[in-house]
């Protein structure tokens, strides 16, 4: 067997786990994004239950600050 035939098998299988790493990356993320934002959907529930409606608007008035700021202090 000559050294290009054992390079191009070579190069062959190292591009196969790239790419099988890759998109294992993004279903490990996109699964998180889904798991996160059902966690984020059921405390609204949570905190909307327990709380007075007063309550609620601070609350959500703090929550949507945060939101707001986070990215704001991120990009300066």
Same mark, same amino acid.
């Given at each position: 067997? *000559?050294?290009?035939?054992? $390079?191009?098998?070579?190069?062959?299988?190292?591009?196969?786990?790239?790419?099988? /790493? &890759?998109?294992? *990356?993004?279903?490990?993320? $996109?699964?998180?994004?889904?798991?996160?934002?059902?966690?984020?959907?059921?405390? /609204? &529930?949570?905190?909307?239950?327990?709380?007075?409606?007063?309550?609620?608007?601070?609350?959500?008035?703090?929550?949507?600050?945060?939101?707001?700021?986070?990215?704001?202090?991120?990009?300066?």
């Amino acid at each position: 067997m *000559s050294q290009a035939t054992l $390079s191009s098998q070579g190069a062959t299988t190292a591009n196969h786990h790239v790419a099988d /790493s &890759f998109s294992k *990356s993004v279903f490990l993320i $996109s699964a998180l994004m889904v798991v996160q934002r059902g966690i984020g959907f059921l405390r /609204s &529930f949570y905190v909307c239950g327990t709380l007075s409606p007063a309550d609620v608007g601070q609350w959500d008035l703090a929550f949507n600050f945060l939101m707001l700021a986070a990215p704001l202090a991120v990009f300066g």
